[in-house]
């Protein structure tokens, strides 16, 4: 059965950058997208950005347009997110988790978000990122 395991939160002043990494192990990573999602102390836990199974067509919410990127590497079961110019509204847990598809949503629209969690079906147990001076 597949399990993720994500990597890299900490502290980081107002400006900084992180980049944390899913690490997948005993199931079939490579053949589905993979999303990045977090949540804040009391708000609902919310899409940051999906990739498809082959690494293409990145998907980010609008949030962190311009400031994430995630990539994958398939040869190492691993998904990163490298985030840069962070401010302290990015705080939260940030989890991992794949889809039973090989693609994000939105294939073809020419506005795309990361989608719902409910359409992600393994999750790891999230990492925590503060953003603080």
């Known amino acids: 059965q597949l399990q993720l395991v994500e990597a890299g939160g900490g502290l980081v002043q107002p400006g900084g950058s992180l980049r944390l990494s899913c690490l997948a192990s005993?199931?079939?990573?490579?053949?589905?997208?993979v999303g990045w999602f977090r949540q804040a102390p009391g708000k609902e836990r919310e899409g940051v950005s999906c990739?498809?199974?082959?690494?293409?067509?990145?998907v980010y919410a609008d949030s962190v347009k311009g400031r994430f990127t995630i990539s994958r590497d398939n040869a190492k079961n691993t998904v990163f997110l490298q985030m840069n110019s962070l401010k302290a509204d990015d705080t939260a847990i940030y989890y991992c988790?794949?889809?039973?598809?090989?693609?994000?949503?939105?294939?073809?629209?020419?506005?795309?978000?990361?989608?719902?969690?409910?359409?992600?079906?393994?999750w790891g147990q999230g990492t925590q990122v503060t953003v603080s001076s």
């Open positions: 005993g199931g079939s990573y490579g053949n589905y997208a």
């Open positions: 990739i498809n199974h082959s690494g293409r067509l990145p």
């Open positions: 988790a794949q889809r039973d598809t090989i693609n994000c949503p939105g294939v073809g629209s020419m506005y795309r978000e990361p989608g719902r969690a409910e359409d992600y079906v393994t």
